[in-house]
Structure formats: structure tokens, C-alpha cells
Antibody, heavy 116, light 108 residues
Framework: EVQLVESGGGLVQPGGSLRLSCAAS????????MNWVRQAPGRGLEWVSY????????YYADSVKGRFTISRDNAKNSLYLLMNSLRAEDTAVYYC?????????WGQGTLVTVSS | DIQMTQSPSSLSASVGDRVTITCQAS??????LNWYQQKPGKAPKLLIY???NLETGVPSRFSGSGSGTDFTFTISSLQPEDIATYYC??????????FGQGTKLEIK
């Protein structure tokens, strides 16, 4: 059974940093591209970042470019999102999602709150 | 970047009604479109992939159609458990991927 479990969310002050993790199981992790998608409270879904199976190809949304870094450790079946220079508008539930072209597997999300 | 325009933003319908949601892409995306259902506090659930293919286990009252820039999502007979917010999402070529703004479906 495919499982994606996010962790690392919490309360952080504006300008601070946070690192999210997503533990994957039930499939060959290195075979699949992975994404982070976020949802601000009461708002819609926003794609944040993409990383290829090998980690060689990476994309970011303009809203996070230069502040967020996506990475993966295929030996540990884990996906990461390092978030720096956090702003109030980064407050959201962050989901990891496997291969949005097939779309079928998402984690349960982890809440990031940026507030003083 | 490809923009997805979804309408309506909210919809009220009665049990048994036929419900239709539309999604328009700002450029041709062939059939590279997913439809999701999201209930409060839950992750999105894939219902339709490649614009018209029903995900395994999803009831047949859900369907999708369209290609190019114009897409439609239909619930043939609305059930109480279908109350949720629905999103389209394009995955044409490479990221950035994009979602529609969502349609909040309520029971009348």
C-alpha cells in the first residue's frame, strides 16, 4: 500500500526557517517524481515544487523561488522541503504528492503557521 | 505558465440532481487534466485522470470530458456524500502544474 507521511510542520516566526519531511513507503520511491502542494486556510490548492525521481530536475513556483529548496534521499525513501525566509502568506497545510500526472497519492498534510 | 479557470466557485444542488463543473485552460493541454474531490480536513482524492478516465474504485456517477482547453466534470445523480470541494489540475508537459480555483458543492 502506498503511504506518504509528512512531518515537520509547526509555528515559526516571520523570517524563520522550517524543514518538512515526507516518508514514502509501498512503492519504489526512486522511480517517481514527487511534489509539494500547499493549501492556505480556507483557500485552494497551490503547487509549490517538483523533483524528478533521480533528483536531477527541480522546479519551483514563483511564489517560493529563492526561498524554498526541495530535495530527496532515495536511500531513505524521503522527500524534503527546506523553507527559509518564511512569510505570513506561507501559512498553509503542506502536502507531498507522488507524480501529479497520475495524481493518485497524497499525504495527509502538515500545517505550517508563520506568525509572531 | 498555464492558468486554469474553474466555474462556478460554488454550487447548490439537490440530491439526485445532475451537477456540472467546467474548467478552461489558458492554452492547449491535450487531455492532461485531473479532477479531485476534497473534503474538509482531508487530502484531495483523485476521481478522474487524463480528462475522462475514472480512477479505480470511484463511483460511475462521476465522469469527465473534454480536451484541448475546455473540460467538464459531471456528477450524474448527486448523493449526500458528494458534498465537497472539487478541483481540476493540469499536468501538461513540465511544471509548473496548476489547479483551478475550486468549486464548493453544497446540498440545497
Amino acid at each position: 500500500e502506498v503511504q506518504l507521511v509528512e512531518s515537520g510542520g509547526g509555528l515559526v516566526q516571520p523570517g524563520g526557517s522550517l524543514r518538512l519531511s515526507c516518508a514514502a513507503s509501498g512503492f519504489t520511491f526512486s522511480d517517481y517524481e514527487m511534489n509539494w502542494v500547499r493549501q492556505a486556510p480556507g483557500r485552494g490548492l497551490e503547487w509549490v515544487s517538483y523533483i524528478s525521481g533521480s533528483g536531477d530536475t527541480i522546479y519551483y513556483a514563483d511564489s517560493v523561488k529563492g526561498r524554498f529548496t526541495i530535495s530527496r534521499d532515495n536511500a531513505k525513501n524521503s522527500l524534503y522541503l527546506l523553507m527559509n525566509s518564511l512569510r505570513a502568506e506561507d501559512t498553509a497545510v503542506y502536502y507531498c504528492a507522488r507524480d501529479l500526472a497520475t495524481g493518485g497519492y497524497w499525504g495527509q498534510g502538515t500545517l505550517v503557521t508563520v506568525s509572531s | 505558465d498555464i492558468q486554469m479557470t474553474q466555474s462556478p466557485s460554488s454550487l447548490s444542488a439537490s440530491v439526485g440532481d445532475r451537477v456540472t463543473i467546467t474548467c478552461q485552460a489558458s492554452q492547449d493541454i491535450s487531455n492532461y487534466l485531473n479532477w479531485y474531490q476534497q473534503k474538509p480536513g482531508k487530502a484531495p482524492k483523485l476521481l478522474i485522470y487524463d480528462a475522462s478516465n475514472l480512477e479505480t474504485g470511484v463511483p460511475s456517477r462521476f465522469s469527465g470530458s473534454g480536451s484541448g482547453t475546455d473540460f467538464t466534470f459531471t456528477i450524474s445523480s448527486l448523493q449526500p456524500e458528494d458534498i465537497a470541494t472539487y478541483y481540476c489540475q493540469q499536468y501538461d508537459n513540465l511544471p509548473p502544474y496548476s489547479f483551478g480555483q475550486g468549486t464548493k458543492l453544497e446540498i440545497k
